[in-house]
């Protein structure tokens, strides 16, 4: 047992490294997503009612003329392009506590091992790694959480006024 305990042991120890590597990336893709959503918020308040996926769908549509065909699959892209930005925020905000949890207890061995030999120094630097992960994970968590709740109500009310433009010029998508 003694082996498989050691194994054990190892097998998760190989972990930390991917595991803090990709929380970290996490938290480099959600400070940049960040922006992303500041920046969106900016305009969106500067544009008024033609914002968003609306504004591009404006644009779009007015190369296409009157294509009926063109415009419905255009507001489908549309609406693919919306739920691609939230589906990912979404896995992102359960992906970041994940991992920062996993950061959190692969230390926890070292640190208990560390205290049973009274090796303070290595328990210190366990436990700030330990708790340092955990705060990265729930930022990740907690900001992607935020930005995709905000977006899905943005983009639900921009397909509402693209459904509206749609029916104005004759073509409803029911």
């Known amino acids: 047992m003694n082996a498989l305990e050691h194994l054990l042991h190892e097998a998760t120890t190989l972990l930390m ?16 997503a960040t922006g992303g959503f500041l920046r969106e918020l900016r305009d969106r308040r500067a544009a008024g009612p033609d914002h968003g996926l609306v504004a591009r769908f404006h644009r779009q549509a007015q190369a296409l003329g009157t294509d009926r065909n063109g415009l419905e699959s255009l507001a489908d892209r549309c609406e693919v392009e919306g739920g691609r930005m939230v589906t990912r925020l979404n896995l992102v905000a359960r992906a970041g506590p994940t991992l920062g949890l996993m950061a959190t207890l692969i230390p926890m061995g070292p640190a208990l091992l560390a205290l049973g030999e009274d090796d303070v120094a ?3 630097r366990s436990l700030v790694v330990a708790f340092t ?3 990265v994970g729930l930022l990740v968590g907690l900001l992607c959480a935020v930005m995709g709740s905000v977006r899905r109500q943005w983009y639900a009310a921009d397909l509402v006024d693209v459904d509206a433009w ?9």
């Open 17 to 32: 490294v991917p595991v803090v590597l990709t929380l970290l990336g996490l938290l480099a893709w959600t400070l940049l």
């Open 122 to 124: 290595q328990l210190a």
């Open 133 to 135: 992960a955990t705060v």
């Open 166 to 174: 749609l029916a104005a010029h004759g073509e409803d998508r029911a």
